[in-house]
């Protein structure tokens, strides 16, 4: 029993003297490093942003991740980051198991570029929402004159959301022009003349008026003959000659 009894302890000090060597020899684990990055991003915005923009973002944020140490990451300050930009809707990140950093972004959808009344540039998004630049240039509607920050989530906002509903008139608009009242000009792609709109109301019955009238009126007789096209009341089309 004797002999026993100092068998199990022997073994027992001989255990424990391997694992202290060990940790003694190893010293402490070492942190597993991050082995890269993988960005998704819808397809609708890969015209827009690239996987290298989310990179050089986060690099001129001090978040640069590849090779750091995976537990040092935080995801919750990526997401932040990348939120930050106006053109971001919603951020995703999280660490896979084989130590790679996965984001997800998801971006707003500009639909019109904007020139407010102090010259400012911006754009605005199918939402309303204000994007402030772009990483590229985007082929779009633009609008000028009298516009604010409100008019772009309300009349503008309307009239941006008629043009990328129907691509007729979307690919047919260079610019649309707000007055003092609040009063719209179209100025077309094709044809050298200006079209007065009004108010932003009736848009479908407008415009429907003004394709008919491009399709029996100006193919006939030329797209030149008239400088204004006038849509704004009810089941007319008033034009006035080119001197």
Sequence with gaps: MLKKTALILTMFIAGAYIIFALMFLTGKPQESSCKGIAVSIDDYAMDI??????????RSKGLAINDRPINNISCDKIERTIESS?????????????????????????????????????????KGDIINGLPKALYLPVANGNIDREMAK??????????????????????????????????????????????????????????????????????????????????????????
């Excluded at 942003?49 to 986060?58: G, H, N, T, Y």
């Excluded at 198991?97 to 707003?108: A, F, L, Y």
């Design 86 to 126: 106006s053109l971001i809707e919603n951020c995703e990140c999280f660490k896979s198991h084989r130590e790679i950093v996965g984001i997800n972004v998801k971006c707003k959808r500009p639909i019109m570029q904007v020139f407010d009344k102090e010259g400012r540039e911006f754009f605005i998004d199918d």
């Design 49 to 58: 942003l690239a996987v290298e923009d989310i990179e050089s973002l986060l």
């Design 154 to 243: 309300n009349e503008l906002l309307q009239i941006a959301l008629f043009l990328d509903e129907n691509r007729f008139w979307q690919e047919q608009t260079e610019q649309i022009f707000f007055t003092s009242n609040k009063e719209a000009l179209l100025v077309p792609r094709i044809g050298n003349h200006i079209v007065e709109i009004g108010r932003i109301e009736n848009l479908d019955e407008k415009f429907s008026k003004l394709r008919k009238f491009y399709d029996k009126g100006l193919n006939e007789i030329g797209w030149n003959k008239y400088s204004k096209i006038n849509i704004e009341f009810k089941n007319q089309v008033i034009c006035t000659k080119r001197r």
